[in-house]
Each structure stands twice: as structure tokens, then as C-alpha cells.
């Protein structure tokens, strides 16, 4: 590829040389555009395009009219062209593209790693929240619907680095920003989650005494009522056509009576 221009000056004029850079400009976009469809109907068979439905790079890519899939396939159908772009460069002989071409030749695959981890950190912390969600969806304390904004960005923040790393970035820099990212993520679990782990802490061991069990009738505070569940994190009691969703810390701390009439 270094010398394929001086190789083709030897055997063709230069009209035709230009002529085979027009040529090959064209068969790039037709290529281009093969591999963007060629996406799309990858997506469509594989059910991908419902796999990244509803998720976060998908709504942003509807707000400029486009879709992942779309994404996806432009990056890749700009990849093709720009492949055909130095080829055309390098054959009609408009600059001498031999260091240039290693370059991209190396850093290419790169970018596309870069691009494709971003993408998955996208869809995988989406899907992630959405379980997390789904978990802890009985846990009524609002310490824990923190939690699954913190899985799914920790899986974005995972993703970038990977992206930056596949760059060049440096070692040392990414390992700084972790450092960084886990000592703030240590420090908010300590300050916000204290009371969910208190009152898991406190679920724990309510669970396995047993003080009281689901139907009976017990008085927290001001609130009787009978148990209708017990969970690690909560006590949930009802009365009076209302239930009361009492945090397992707070039964601990403050005691509970159980009636017996």
C-alpha cells in the first residue's frame, strides 16, 4: 500500500489514475450504504432493535430523528467510506498517504472497540437499572431507588474508561478517575444508605428471632395493625383498610408490641 501510487503511475496516466480515484470514491458510497442497510436488518433479525428499546442511547437517538441501529450502521458505513476515501487519495496521487494510512489503519479497530463499548455500557446499564429495579421494587424506603441509578451509571463510567483506554488515553489518568469514581460512590453509600442498611441490619435479625409473625396484631408507635409482610428492609402492617409500611430500623429502635386479646 506505500507504493501503490508510484505502481500505478508506472502502468496508467495520470487521467486514468483520477478516473480510478472517481470510480473508487463511488463503488465507497454504494459499499457504505450496503453496510448501513446491512445493520439495520442485522438488528431487526437478531432483536436487537427490542433489546435496545426504551433504553437511554435509544431515546437520544430518537431526539435527532435516528435510532441505534442507525448508529451503529453510520459508524461503520463512515468507516467503509473513509477507507475509500485515502484509497481514492492515495491512487490519484493528490498526497502522499503512507504514514497517514498506518495511522488509521491502527487506530480504526480502535475507535470501533471504543464506539462498540460505549454502546453495550449503554444498553447493559439500562437493562441493568431495570433489574435492579425490579429487585428491590417491594423496598419502599427512598434510600433504595438510588440504587439502580448507581449500578446503571458505575456500568456507563466502566464503559467510558474502556472507550478512552481504546484512544490512548493514559493508564495512569483512567486509574486516578477510578480511584476517584469508587471513593465517591463509597462515600455516598455511606452517607445516603445508612438507614437501608440499618434497616437491613435490623431485617436480619427480626427474620431470624421472629418477635412477631405474619397475622398478628402489634402496635408500632402509634400505628396497630396486623402484619401482612415481613422483609428484610420493611414491616408492612395493615389496619383500617390502610397499610402502613414501617422501615425494620425503626421497629428495632423504637420496639413493638404484639396484642394478644
Do not use: C
Amino acid at each position: 500500500m506505500v507504493n501503490l501510487a508510484e505502481q500505478i503511475n508506472d502502468v496508467i496516466s495520470a487521467e486514468t489514475a483520477f478516473t480510478l480515484a472517481a470510480t473508487v470514491l463511488v463503488l465507497g458510497l454504494v459499499v457504505a450504504y450496503l453496510v448501513w442497510r446491512w445493520t439495520h436488518t442485522l438488528f431487526r433479525r437478531t432483536g436487537l432493535d427490542d433489546v435496545v428499546e426504551g433504553t437511554t442511547i435509544e431515546r437520544g437517538a430518537g431526539r435527532f430523528g435516528t435510532s441505534t441501529a442507525g448508529i451503529v450502521g453510520g459508524l461503520l458505513a463512515l468507516s467503509v467510506y473513509g477507507v475509500a476515501v485515502l484509497f481514492a487519495f492515495n491512487v490519484a496521487q493528490v498526497f502522499d498517504t503512507s504514514v497517514f494510512w498506518a495511522q488509521v489503519t491502527a487506530l480504526l479497530p480502535k475507535l470501533l472497540v471504543a464506539a462498540f463499548a460505549v454502546i453495550v455500557g449503554f444498553i447493559v446499564g439500562d437493562e441493568a437499572e431495570l433489574v435492579v429495579q425490579e429487585r428491590l421494587r417491594s423496598v419502599k424506603l427512598p434510600e433504595a431507588s438510588v440504587l439502580p441509578r448507581l449500578v446503571k451509571y458505575s456500568i456507563y463510567y466502566i464503559a467510558a474508561l474502556i472507550a478512552l483506554a481504546q484512544v490512548g488515553v493514559a493508564t495512569t489518568a483512567l486509574l486516578v478517575l477510578l480511584t476517584a469514581y469508587v471513593f465517591g460512590v463509597v462515600l455516598l453509600a455511606a452517607v445516603a444508605f445508612k438507614d437501608l442498611l440499618a434497616s437491613g441490619a435490623a431485617g436480619i435479625y427480626l427474620l431470624l428471632n421472629q418477635p412477631y409473625s405474619i397475622g398478628d396484631e402489634v402496635r408500632v408507635d402509634d400505628r396497630r395493625g396486623i402484619v401482612q409482610e415481613m422483609t428484610i428492609f420493611v414491616t408492612h402492617v395493615e389496619a383500617d383498610g390502610k397499610e402502613y409500611i414501617i422501615p425494620n430500623s425503626r421497629v428495632f429502635r423504637g420496639g413493638i408490641v404484639r396484642i394478644r386479646e
